[in-house]
């Protein structure tokens, strides 16, 4: 796995990113206010860390029970070949799925590791026969209900330990 190169950040820039990433919608003076900068400053470190890619967007964190969508579900999903055409088609098709919030590519028994958003057991039942089972090159679909949720960040808090 390619190694991402990593930005040279001061504990300004940390603290700035740790602000942000519990609310992106915090404004530049009341961000100057929590960690004793200038609006100005603030909003000039913003703008580089957001053009060096350090933040990569604002989103609104929803509560998803609220809107109906009740259930999770962690799908480890094994194929018949990981020859490099069938990831790829595989890939180019998963990101299609609607009810998919989460893909990625992982070690061990599994190839890939998807999670869902689904209203009940009987939406996962039609997500499973419109969408998981219509993928190309799947050879196994292992599906894993969360019972109850413990921790949800966006953000690790690691991240920040001994820079902010």
């Known amino acids: 796995m390619a190694k991402t190169e990593q930005l040279e950040l001061d ?6 990113l740790k602000e942000l ?3 992106g919608r915090v404004s530049d003076v ?3 206010d929590q960690i004793k900068l200038s ?3 603030v909003a000039r470190r913003r703008k580089s860390l957001e053009e060096r890619q350090a933040v990569l967007s604002y989103s609104a964190n929803l509560n998803l ?3 109906g969508f009740n259930v999770v579900v962690f799908v480890a999903v094994e194929l018949s070949s990981q020859a490099e055409h069938a990831l790829i088609e ?3 098709e998963v990101v299609k799925c609607p009810s998919v919030s989460y893909c990625g590519f992982v070690s061990g028994d599994t190839d890939f590791l998807l999670m869902l958003h689904v209203e009940s057991f009987e939406d996962y039942d039609r997500v ?3 969408e998981l089972s219509t993928l190309p090159h799947v050879a196994k ?3 894993s209900f969360v019972i109850r949720e413990v921790a949800r960040r966006g953000t690790p808090p690691v991240v920040f330990e001994d820079k902010a």
Do not use: M, N
């Not at 504990?11 to 700035?16: A, E, K, M, Q, S």
């Open 141 to 143: 679909i292992r599906s």
């Open 65 to 67: 029970p609220l809107l």
């Open 128 to 130: 499973y026969r419109r």
């Open 90 to 92: 595989f890939e180019r």
């Open 21 to 23: 990433s519990l609310d």
């Open 30 to 32: 009341s961000l100057g």
């Open 39 to 41: 609006a100005t400053a």
């Open 11 to 16: 504990d300004v820039d940390y603290r700035i």
